[in-house]
């Protein structure tokens, strides 16, 4: 379960790595999470709406129903939320994402 410290040390590290970087790229493995606390999704959602300029997308691999449910909520406003439903897809989105990131010449 998500409670609230747990989303407000994800606010913290987001909202340092976009002042840091300028850009947020986000994989969440949730494949184990159940459920969260309602406060958790609010405040999740407004720290990216408050850095939706700097966010490039938001990948979750989730399997519980209530989750999925939460992001797809979430989503209505923030419109780069991913949803993976299995761990082949997610890792697949994660590898050609850090492909992508690669400097020239790596790999």
Sequence with gaps: ??????????????????????????????????????????????????????????HFLLQSRVVIFGVQIANTAIRKLTVHPSRAVFERALEDALRQRAPEGAG
């Design 1 to 58: 379960m998500l409670v609230e410290a747990g989303a407000a040390a994800i606010e913290e590290v987001m909202l340092r790595r976009v002042a840091a970087d300028g850009r947020l790229l986000v994989f969440n493995d949730w494949e184990a999470m159940t459920d969260y606390e309602h406060v958790t999704r609010t405040r999740l959602t407004a720290a990216t709406i408050s850095v939706l300029h700097a966010v490039e997308g938001c």
